[in-house]
């Protein structure tokens, strides 16, 4: 059996507002932190209607500080940050020379020389460890602002919990250190899309703030929504995220990061020959879709379980790496796909429904016999979950290739 990875680290911060019916996420990259506050749905359509935020006391902040702060870190990641002004919102990747994603990371540009950060929960000190190893001679502090916490929602947090929202129950809330609004899923300039925009796709800002001062607000549990309720947002708006949908195999076409985290038409940068081949000359070998999921059995399916094609004998074609229940679309979730899955085809998910883990070779490409993915374990016991496809990275057109000399 594989080495199973360690459990994510308990949370910078602790959650804003315990008791009240809060319900603590015992795994994933949420873990410890408020999954719900015992009315999910509830507390997403608060969510959708801008009067709730999410307390994201896990993720975590770092700041660039100094006079080549945005120029070195463009010429590092794979984003443009010359000419981003003040107050401006960026998303990055750092890939490997091979061109994997190694790192995501959310950028605002909060001063002529500052640069802060935002990365999942335990994604910072991978982060940080490349960053310093590539500062050699530049002008940049690299410091952790754990002193910085954040809060999620469809707009700025003072917007949603101030006085003028809210009325008597709003929140004195602190000026905030910075806010970054997610670009997606607009292509930003110089980025290109690998499929359409989603049906369901929603805002998303964060807002950072004083920790100190935003634990001593009053907080009750109408101001806030649960991980879940944000997790589904997320979903259905196609967002992919460092935790759950990325591997050691993915590359961000794969993923559609070339939307607003992957410059097609900057410098040099790591990774950027694995990039430019698969954008101009080629297709990514997986694929991110979203499933429709059937959820007449009541059971939902998890991070890690298979997605097969014609039934539950079929063939193996990929991996859930991300799920929740919409309040509109009901159970959704993320997954990643082999390209050879056609767009269309009905799928299957494997779901687990009593102890037990994956045995060794499991995965989208693992094998357990002839073709794939399937629990060696006698203690497994799984539902086959009906699915439909909502395509988020389709087969790109690159239009008629020139005509090579032949001698």
């Not at 602790?14 to 008791?19: A, F, Q, R």
């Amino acid at each position: 059996m594989t080495e199973q990875p360690a459990p994510p680290p308990q949370p910078i911060h602790p959650p804003l507002l315990t008791g009240s019916g809060a319900v603590l996420a015992e795994d994933g990259p949420d873990r410890g932190m408020p999954a719900h506050y015992g009315a999910p749905l509830r507390e997403q359509r608060r969510l959708l209607s801008r009067r709730a935020v999410v307390d994201l006391g896990g993720h975590e902040i770092l700041e660039l500080r100094g006079a080549d702060a945005r120029s070195w870190l463009t010429t590092v990641t794979s984003q443009v940050l010359t000419d981003a002004p003040v107050g401006a919102s960026r998303s990055l990747a750092v890939l490997s020379p091979q061109g994997r994603v190694e790192h995501l990371a959310s950028a605002a540009v909060t001063g002529e020389e500052t640069i802060l950060l935002v990365t999942d929960p335990g994604s910072r000190a991978g982060l940080r460890r490349y960053l310093e190893m590539m500062r050699f001679a530049a002008r940049v502090e690299i410091t952790d602002r754990d002193d910085l916490r954040l809060l999620g929602g469809l707009a700025p947090a003072g917007n949603i919990l101030g006085a003028a929202a809210l009325g008597p129950t709003g929140l004195d809330l602190p000026e905030p250190a910075f806010v970054w609004t997610d670009p997606h899923p607009a292509v930003a300039p110089g980025h290109v899309a690998y499929g359409p925009d989603p049906e369901d796709g929603t805002d998303w800002v964060l807002t950072a703030f004083d920790a100190d001062a935003l634990a001593a607000l009053p907080w009750r549990v109408e101001h806030l929504a649960g991980s879940e309720a944000a997790e589904a947002l997320r979903i259905a708006s196609h967002r992919a995220r460092q935790a759950t949908e990325v591997d050691e195999r993915s590359i961000p076409h794969e993923l559609d990061l070339l939307r607003t985290a992957v410059h097609t038409a900057k410098g040099c940068y790591r990774g950027q020959e694995t990039v430019a081949k698969v954008l101009n000359l080629g297709q990514p070998p997986r694929r991110l879709t979203m499933l429709l999921v059937d959820g007449s059995q009541n059971v939902m399916p998890r991070h890690g379980d298979p997605v097969r094609l014609g039934g539950s004998e079929g063939k193996l074609v990929g991996t859930v790496t991300s799920t929740a229940t919409h309040t509109d679309l009901g159970p959704i979730a993320l997954a990643v796909l082999k390209r050879a899955a056609p767009l269309d085809a009905p799928l299957v998910i494997g779901s687990r429904i009593s102890a037990g883990p994956w045995e060794d070779g499991e995965g989208a490409d693992g094998a357990d016999g002839a073709d794939g993915m399937g629990p060696s374990a006698e203690d497994v016991e799984i539902t086959w979950l009906d699915a439909t496809q909502e395509p988020i990275v389709i087969t790109r057109e690159h239009g008629e290739r020139p005509r090579t000399a032949r001698l």
